[in-house]
């Protein structure tokens, strides 16, 4: 049990904690990786199929036949009773609660069978058409393009304007410190959902509506990256600046020089928090953008909403698109988050 | 992408000097915090100003030059209640009904969540076969936009969804999730847990990690009983951390809109309508917009974060102090 | 002589190409799509632009929730489109560019006649502002199968909403289907249900009112239906606020005997039930009266310019191109939509690549429209209507649910909805 808290010390045989650790860690790994595999697998499921109940894990589609004297392929189904029994038949049509029936090898004769006595025949396949419809449909690059741009730019920006002020607020005594520090946890305090409105009508004055800017810019200074970097630099000793201006360095320099490389750790993970919620924004962007050239993948993939219909299987297989570029940009900066977390939460 | 950076930092380098030399160094401080500030003042707190000036407007208009005062009107209408414990009672009965929600909801959800991010960071600092890949799996879901997850588990726990399927497959009854006000409020809270854990479970993994081993060594050789240790040293020695991981956990829990909004729809009924949801519906996706109402509700959440997070600050200074 | 007149060819093109670009207008099309109604329209837009070098459409293909939410924003604010496809088609009246000075007002008239008054401001504006493009009427689907196996007869026209309460619960009694009934979880479709049972929705001076006896009465009995399983209590008490919901995944599925949807539902059917069973489309249910008192709600969207567009004669000109009654056939028959055009109506729609059944309830839907009430279109038209909509939906659910009482729910509306009122006067 002392091991359970503290950590074990590598011991020739696994304590019975040690079980229900990896017994919690292989739950953990069903509960959050399970989901997204689902959704994974839908995304390559048909309209029809998403719509099924029960659902199944696997995209099936029913088999269909091509027989001579019919233009359609037709649905194939495994009979269950009667004459036929136990046969693999084609459906030329149903009328009511009977099914006409072909045997493949004899297309002209028609067999009725009562709809309850049949069964249809499906075997997996990927429709992977959900993916292929999505770079004919639409100008996917362009989008891909503009989100990219976005959270880049507005990541890079985000980076310098928070680690400058962070800079100021933690290795400067100045008049005014305080108000800005309450300014910034004043801030965080108050979600963009609640100022749509507003934030839309200043943005609208600065002639950023429908530009990329205009979704760049107004969320550019977060404040809980002000607030993750400040408490990081904090922790940096202030004779290393000392010694700097002693060496009659410029604050600038020391800034860039010193205080940037030192906060890497924290900044690698303000980096990865800022792409996240730049690639993932839909509500911001929606009001800001109308217009088709400008628009991102979050918002491609939701005008396959309707008003009435959604077109679930484009939207499943954009959503499984989009999610691939976080996925690879967390899979590269995961060893520095790791290490970025532990250094600022800690202190 | 250093070769770039260098030279364009060197560029700057010049007239922040110069400015350096006008200013001398302590007030060179607000050079480095005027970007920050100037889209903070324009794009934060210009809002927030005109956000009041909307909470004291009504009709539907959008531009503010269009709309009438009225003065205090939608705060007195929001506040007009018999009993604030029973929603039914007050004019404005689902912000209520929102601000009820909403607070059962943080309990639940900063309660849960830390709890479960406790206990995966314990496990996960212990000795583990591949440390490395658990810690990603327990993150990844941080990676997903709140309307995918919502999605997600929508169809999972639709009437007609997978649990079910799984339920009625191996003959237990099915429960619709969605449309008993408690499970839907459960899930909610789930669902929000799910979604966020990770993060914090990462951050307290790093307070762990940060406690040195020296120290359990020690009591190792006292022979003190593990919950002893767990109480007396990881705890205390977790705590700064711990601080960190509530306020942000609180202030985000406060803030939770999207993914329970795009899950639930704030339904059954208004079982889980949280009050950003109610603001969002009354002042922006309702007909008509109360644009008025929705500010003036905006600002009384406000206010009680900010009495909230003083509090908190409070206690962390506390605890810094102690 | 050749080289000459190329040379000649080539200065006219670069003369003409430096004209165009000096003259080009851009119009901004603004569309949410359902199925393939606004890439009809844009072929029929490119058309246009094609005879009109001048001219360019640029269609932006926006998710539904933009129109809804973000549009009278960007209105409001001046950073609006130059057309868009709209819902709310009496709530946004006031950004409506008036065509009148542009088109042939009386071929309008005569072709659009009652829609074109949806989007109006009252009975005395006399203005022209928008095209329908999609008709839609609500109205019942059956599956027809389940009807079949239960050997139950389907219930006549003239049946009561009574009678296919007793009809579908002794169907799904008989054959283990999971819902008798079900309805989207909207005021709009609620009023197909109302008015049968009397619902009047505007007093004797024409203000609205969400609580004459008609409307209680049936807003009762969809609670009471809704709690004791006869109607599929997933669609309404599953979600909160006015979020939309509907039930075409359990009418897929044939769990469901009665889906209570609109005309808009017919392609996905077609398609995606393909020949799991059979479906019709109902004749609208009645009320307790009887015969007479029948009429589902009718809907839709329509394409309207802006007040805010630089380019009025242009807009005016597309709107009237699309209104051109072989234009208006093709978007009909591509889109599978029913005819807000009279001429097109009455010589019918041959719908593209439309399954039999698909044609055939489109058929159903275009035959009930003469038959709708007066009060359906005065609801439909009514400018505030969506504020109506959304509170019956969010009110009636709280009484599904237990969290109102009827009676309370009956007085919260009356209160939301004077609350409402003042706000958009």
Known sequence: ?347 | MLKLITPLMQIVDVPMRALQRLLGPRRLAWAFLAPNLILFGLFAFLPVLVNIAYALTGSDQILLRDRPFVGVRNFTDLSQCASYLDANSCKIDVFWRAVHNTAWFIVLQVGFMVGFSLLTALILNRKIVARGFFRAVFFFPVLLSPVVVALIWKWILQDQGALNAVLEHFGYPTVNWLLNPSWAFGWAVFLSCWAHMGFYTLILLAGLQAIPRDVYEAAQMDAASPWRVFHRITLPLLMPTMVVVLVLALIKGVQTFDEVYAFTGGGPGSATTLVIQYIYQTGFAGAPRLFGLASAASIMVALVLVVLTAVQLWITRRNANG | MTQMRLILAGAATAALLAATSASAVELRFECAQDGNECDTMNAIFQKYTAAHPDVTVKMDLVPYKAILENLPVDLAAGTGPDLAKVTDLGGLHKYYLDLTPYVNKDYWEKSFGKTLDWYRAGAADPGIYGIQTQLTITGGFINKTLFDQAKIAVPGPGATWDDWAKATVAVAKATGAKYPMAMDRTGHRFAGMAMPYGATYFDDKGNPELSDPGFAAAAKQFVAWNQDGTMDKDVWAGSGGATYADASKEFINGDLVMYYSGSWQVQKFASQINTAFDWEVIPAPCGPAGAGHCSGMPGGSGVVGFKTTQHPKEVAALLDFLAQQDNYTTLEAKSLNIPAHTGVAAAGVTYEGATPEAAKALNAFSAQVPTLSPVAYAYQGYKNNRAMFNITVTRLTQAIVGELSMDDALARMADDLKQAVAAAN
């Open chain 1, 1 to 347: 049990m002392a091991n359970f808290i503290t950590r074990t010390r590598g011991r020739q045989r696994l304590h019975w904690t040690d079980w229900a650790s990896y017994a919690y860690l292989g739950f953990g790994v069903l509960l959050m990786f399970g989901p997204v595999l689902w959704l994974v697998l839908s995304s390559f499921k048909t309209e029809t199929e998403l719509q099924h109940y029960p659902p199944r894990l696997l995209p099936y589609v029913q088999q269909t036949v091509t027989l001579p004297g019919y233009d359609d392929p037709l649905l194939v189904f495994h009979v269950t009773q009667g004459p036929l029994a136990g046969q693999d038949v084609a459906q030329v049509r149903r009328i009511g609660l009977v099914s006409q029936m072909v045997r493949p090898d004899d297309p002209t004769t028609i067999v009725k069978v009562p709809i309850a006595d049949r069964e249809p025949v499906e075997h997996v396949a990927l429709a992977t058409s959900n993916y292929q419809k999505l770079f004919q449909r639409f100008n996917f690059l362009r989008f891909l393009w503009n989100s990219t741009f976005i959270t880049v730019v507005a990541t890079a920006i985000t980076l310098l304007v928070n680690s400058m002020a962070a800079f100021a607020l933690s290795k400067y005594e100045f008049r005014g410190r305080g108000t800005v520090m309450a300014m910034v946890i004043g801030t965080l305090m108050i979600p963009q959902t609640v100022v749509l409105v507003p934030l839309f009508l200043i943005t609208r004055d600065f002639g950023l509506i429908n530009t990329l800017w205009g979704v760049i810019i107004p969320g550019a200074a977060t404040p809980t990256g002000v607030f993750l970097l400040r408490q990081y630099m904090l922790t940096i000793p202030d004779e290393i600046l000392d010694a700097a201006r002693m060496d009659n360095a410029s604050e600038w320099k020391i800034y860039w020089r010193i205080i940037l490389p030192l906060s890497a750790p924290a900044i690698a993970v303000l980096a990865i928090l800022s792409i996240m919620w730049r690639w993932n924004d839909f509500l911001w962007p929606l009001i800001a953008l109308s217009q088709t050239e400008n628009f991102t993948l979050q918002l491609a993939l939701n005008s396959f909403r309707g008003e009435f219909t959604t077109d679930w299987a484009s939207l499943l297989a954009m959503t499984v698109l989009t999610l691939v570029p976080v996925v690879a940009v967390f899979a590269f900066l995961q060893k520095y988050i790791a290490t970025g977390i532990a250094s600022t939460g800690g202190k």
